[in-house]
């Protein structure tokens, strides 16, 4: 066969997927299903959750790795060891947070960074997509200060906004705050990391 011919094989998209402490997080593990179903020969994917996430899905039930505040810390004893936040911003084409809650939005907005999820933004290469789906209940997304925060996430730091919909809310409120359907966020990703499908 002749070298000059033979296919280079593309390396896979690596797709970081975050999720905080929304009733929102449920989605997680069809969303990771939905991105595995369609494009997961071509992409490696992992999540990190808060410690609030969790109690909206099981990781067991996710086909992916997920990752967590616990395990940073539990990584690291000496100054040899790797630290997983620096490990995974390096690792990643792209972070998607899927929810993002009222809590975090804000955090990010400061430039806080007291778990996996901030930390790993406050180190993250610029040149690389961050994606947030907002999740909050309507009062909330209406708050003066959540337009301070988004203005921040996509005036300063360029990160690119999946607005929520409008719907019945766990909390029973009727209105916009819901993240967008999952089938929607699963196509913002696969269109992000340019995989075909």
Known sequence: MDPSKETIPHAKKKILIGATGSVAS????????????????????????????LHFFDPKDVLA????????WSA?????????????????????????DANTLAKLAQGLCDNLITCILRAWDESRPVIVCPAMNTNMWNH??????????????????????????????????????????????????????
């Open 144 to 197: 003066k200060f959540t337009a301070i925060h988004l203005a921040t996430l996509t005036d300063v730091l360029n990160y690119r906004i999946v607005p929520p919909i409008s719907k019945l809310l766990a909390c029973g409120d009727l209105g916009v705050g819901a993240m967008a359907e999952y089938h929607t966020i699963v196509e913002e990703i696969i269109k992000e990391v340019g995989v075909a499908h």
């Open 76 to 100: 690291w004893n000496k100054m040899s060891d790797p630290v997983m936040h620096i490990d995974l911003r390096n690792w990643a084409d792209m972070f998607i947070i899927c929810p993002l």
């Open 26 to 53: 449920v989605k997680i593990p069809i969303i990771v299903k939905t991105l595995v179903e369609k494009v997961g020969h071509l992409v490696e994917i992992k999540v990190v959750a808060t410690t609030a996430a």
């Open 65 to 72: 790795e997920v990752l967590t505040d616990k395990d940073e």
